[in-house]
């Protein structure tokens, strides 16, 4: 996967360690589910409250994932809480959602970066950062339909950092990965104690 120089270039499924920088989002009904750094949370979309997906919320659950990840109980959920909430699209104290352009093949090529460049500077100029089909639209207004489809370019949603921009995790959405992509990407046992969804 090619992506601008200010995040990764990564593929677009990570083989290696499960749930690392790659997030994964799922909607099931009334509830969104973002699979995260092994974790699932889960939410209504009405309250708004994240937990775990699993169901066993427990204090004593909580304060063992937070030690594991040398964090306070407090610390944990602020931290897993802000990132769900940008996912989602709703209020975050230090992330924020935003599409841009991918590319899910080929290589970089100088020509390539300054076509991304470009597109991302549009999108920016455009204010149409947070809405996807708007991104679309200025992709394939200033890149070609060979560039595009030689590439795999495509428009994905990220989270950003607010307080260091060069700081991006990329959300896929469940519904458009293949199952292979799914299980490189979410533990097989975190997707199966996933309490809100269709089995």
Known sequence: MIH??????????????????MIVEESFGNFVNVYVDGYV???DREKRHWEFGDGNNSSERVQAESSRRAMT???????YRNICN??????????????????????STQMLQ???DHVEEMIAKSGAEQDRSKCETVLKTYASRPMIRSNGMRIMKYIVDTEDVNRRRIVYQ????????????????????TVNRNK
Do not use: C
């Open 73 to 79: 109980s407090d610390e944990f959920r602020t931290y």
């Open 86 to 107: 940008a996912v989602a699209g709703w209020d975050s104290q230090h992330w924020k959602y935003r599409y841009n352009v991918v590319a899910m093949e080929g290589s």
């Open 41 to 43: 949370f889960t939410a």
């Open 114 to 116: 300054d076509v991304f």
């Open 174 to 193: 469940m519904d458009e990965l293949t199952p292979f992509e799914i299980e490189s990407l979410i533990p097989q046992k975190v997707l199966q104690s």
């Open 4 to 21: 601008n120089e200010t995040t990764w270039n990564k593929p677009p499924v990570s083989s290696g360690n499960k749930g690392g920088q």
